[in-house]
């Protein structure tokens, strides 16, 4: 397996992967993926890559930016999705690993993530990586008609952003 990164030629493999996440009803409160186009203006461009086994793409991370303000320009939210019959197999955090990875050499001093409590493997993942539970936002939205809890999280940097 190698990570490389996500290009718009890899796109149509996200995205099925990306509808694999939604369609688990834990990934997220997303009920559709974006075209190329929206996704690639929601993500930043230093920090999205893709898992390949050979030339199958078998999960994908990238960071989002949380604000357009100057002064968040080091804090980034994460998604990290593994395809269906690539799961458990520790392509997750190696995903993670390099994405922490780039973002410290970019300058991200923090990394959150929101994650729906039920999705424990991912909770275990990002705590296993760094992560911290800062809170609980209680009935955040509705997800197909039910409120749903959503866990934050966040990681921050040993590196980037102590000066």
């Known amino acids: 397996m190698d ?6 030629s890899h796109w149509e493999e996200v995205r099925r992967i990306y ?16 075209t190329w186009e929206d996704w690639d203006k929601g993500h930043l461009d230093s920090c999205r890559f893709v898992a390949r086994e050979g030339n199958e793409v078998c999960g ?16 980034a939210e994460v998604s990290v999705y593994v395809g269906q019959d690539h799961r458990g197999r520790g392509i997750g955090e190696k995903l993670l690993n390099h994405l922490i990875t780039q ?14 409590p039920e999705n424990v493997a ?10 911290r ?30 000066d």
């Not at 509808?19 to 974006?34: C, K, M, N, R």
């Not at 960071?63 to 968040?72: D, E, H, K, M």
Request: proline residues 5%; contains cysteine; hydrophobic residues 45%.
């Open 3 to 8: 990570i490389a990164p996500l290009l718009p």
């Open 19 to 34: 509808l694999q996440g939604i369609a688990t009803g834990q990934a997220t409160f997303q009920t559709d993926a974006p």
């Open 60 to 75: 994908w991370a990238a960071l989002s930016p949380v604000s357009s303000r100057c002064v968040y320009a080091g804090v």
């Open 103 to 116: 973002a410290e050499h970019n300058g991200i001093w923090t990394i959150q993530a929101g994650i729906f």
């Open 122 to 131: 991912s909770v275990r993942l990002h705590e296993k990586n760094g992560f």
């Open 133 to 162: 539970i800062v809170g609980l936002r209680e009935r955040l939205a509705k997800h197909h008609g039910v409120w749903r809890n959503v866990y934050f999280l966040e990681r921050r940097s040993p590196v980037a952003g102590n």
